[in-house]
């Protein structure tokens, strides 16, 4: 049991640039998320899905993406990378109730 | 809407004395709270919840919290620090009024331990 997986641990792209950070999940859990950390500001909410095929915006959506075709993954899209998304990102999952949410070991992104 | 105030940014104690980190919240429903350890360079940690069963509730390593409505606080205790404990602290409130496990955390505490 695995839990909750992030690739890559570390990625350095430039300005304008596109990736997927990709998080996967294998305890069978609905309510999947992503965060964004800064320093000073904690974490906040990107993006969550409560389930395949369910996605919703959080506090800080502009300028990512995010789809839900398997209950397992939950990849984020960076459509065209900005400085400004130069954080850590950690994903989450958890079952719908008790809503214990298990985190990743997160992804370090810095954009030049 | 919901939100959570870490009062210290950081806390410095010395190993074996009392640790207190210091949380208050907001929320218009009944909350779930919870307190988060993230280690350097790693992921983020569950160290106890609130559900609205015990109003003191006990975690891992020694640590728990009591929930206060009166005074809207969920405050994180030990009642000894070891150097393990050095960490940065996240109290966190669900949106379990609706209904989509969203987190809102604070915006943690580092705590250091001195020998």
């Known amino acids: 049991n695995a839990g909750v997986t992030q690739t890559p641990k570390f990625q350095v792209l430039k300005t304008g640039q596109s990736m997927t950070l990709q998080c996967a999940q294998d305890?069978?859990?609905?309510?999947m998320s992503w965060y964004r950390q800064d320093p000073g500001m904690g974490l906040r909410l990107i993006h969550y899905?409560?389930?395949?095929?369910?996605?919703d915006q959080g506090e800080v959506p502009n300028g990512y993406n995010v789809s839900r075709s398997t209950t397992e993954d939950f990849p984020l899209r960076l459509l065209s990378a900005a400085p400004s998304q130069t954080s850590v990102y950690f994903c989450?999952?958890?079952?719908?109730?008790?809503?214990?949410?298990?985190f990743g070991p997160g992804t370090r992104l810095t954009v030049l | 809407a919901q939100s959570v105030t870490q009062l210290d940014s950081h806390v410095s104690v010395s190993e074996g004395t009392p640790v207190l980190l210091r949380c208050n919240y907001s929320?218009?429903?009944?909350?779930?709270l919870f307190w988060y350890v993230q280690h350097p360079n790693k992921g983020l940690q569950l160290l106890l919840k609130?559900?609205?069963?015990?109003?003191l509730v006990k975690g891992i390593n020694g640590f728990e919290a009591e929930f206060k409505k009166s005074e809207t606080s969920f405050h994180l205790t030990k009642p000894s620090a070891h150097m393990s404990d050095a960490a940065e602290y996240f109290c966190?409130?669900?949106?379990?009024?609706?209904?989509?496990?969203?987190?809102?955390f604070g915006t943690g505490t580092l705590l250091a331990v001195q020998p």
């Open positions: 989450a999952s958890s079952s719908p109730l008790p809503d214990t949410q298990y």
């Open positions: 966190a409130v669900s949106d379990y009024g609706g209904a989509t496990n969203k987190l809102i």
């Open positions: 305890m069978n859990h609905e309510y």
């Open positions: 899905s409560v389930g395949a095929g369910i996605t």
């Open positions: 609130y559900t609205s069963a015990a109003t």
């Open positions: 929320s218009s429903y009944s909350p779930s």
